[in-house]
């Protein structure tokens, strides 16, 4: 089992910056991928970023040259880095951590709100 705590949510206003954080305990050496999806009010969660434990990223076009994700496997914490937030943007946003190998298995952390005001 893998446990996923966010934190760094809140209320901003458009223009501005917020960083998330998603610390990862319990058996973490099977996790491979870590990110970010958000939810916002009557959608679907999507896909925000990505990145392996070798560090390679993906992005979703809606935020690609304003939200970076990093890792650090030392401290088993993924971050997202967010500027130039849009009211868009608002929405729960979760992290989750993948173990890729066979049986795939997908953890979620418990979700933190961003609220963009315009």
């Known amino acids: 089992q893998v446990q996923l705590v966010e934190s760094g949510g809140g209320l901003v206003q458009a223009g501005g910056s917020l960083r998330l954080s998603c610390a990862a305990s319990g058996s973490i050496g099977t996790i491979d991928v870590m990110g970010w999806y958000r939810q916002a009010p009557g959608k679907q969660r999507e896909l925000v970023a990505v990145i392996t434990r070798g560090g390679r990223t993906n992005y979703a076009d809606s935020v690609k040259g304003r939200f970076t994700i990093s890792r650090d496997n030392a401290r088993n914490t993924v971050y997202l880095q967010m500027i130039s937030l849009e009211p868009e943007d608002t929405a729960v946003y979760y992290c989750?951590?993948?173990?890729?190998?066979?049986?795939?298995?997908?953890?979620w952390g418990q979700g933190t709100q961003v609220t963009v005001s315009s």
């Open positions: 989750n951590a993948r173990k890729t190998s066979w049986p795939t298995v997908n953890y």
